[in-house]
């Protein structure tokens, strides 16, 4: 079992900058794939990004390439989504996932989620 508590999330103006954690607890951090989704109201999850078990593979969807980074700090068993020039339509619940080895850019894959933590972007 491995248990996910996201935090970082709140207002920023457009064009600013958030970074959100995601605390994982339970067992074998080093071993879990973690991704990054959000859920907009009336929409469906999105992947936003992900970094293998070693660090070493990381994907991003186009939508937030070059703007979010995602790194994870084993010593400290959390992983981060950097995110910068934020537009309103980043607006969402915000969620990180774990699933073992390797990254996945479905939902479905992943095992694990955290509760969520709401970002909001005003124009």
């Known amino acids: 079992q491995v248990q996910l508590v996201e935090s970082g999330g709140g207002l920023v103006q457009a064009g600013g900058s958030l970074s959100l954690s995601c605390a994982a607890s339970?067992?074998?951090?080093?071993?879990?794939?973690m991704g990054w989704f959000r859920q907009a109201p009336g929409k469906e999850r999105e992947f936003l990004a992900a970094?293998?078990?070693?660090?070493?593979?990381?994907d991003y969807a186009d939508s937030v390439k070059g703007r979010f980074t995602i790194s994870r700090a084993y010593a400290k068993n959390t992983v981060y989504l950097q995110m910068n020039n934020l537009k309103p339509e980043d607006t969402a619940v915000y969620y990180c996932?774990?699933?073992?080895?390797?990254?996945?850019?479905?939902?479905?894959?992943?095992?694990?989620w955290g509760q969520g933590t709401q970002v909001t972007v005003s124009s």
């Open positions: 970094i293998s078990w070693s660090g070493g593979s990381r």
């Open positions: 339970g067992r074998s951090f080093s071993s879990y794939a």
């Open positions: 996932a774990a699933r073992l080895y390797a990254t996945a850019v479905v939902a479905t894959a992943y095992n694990y």
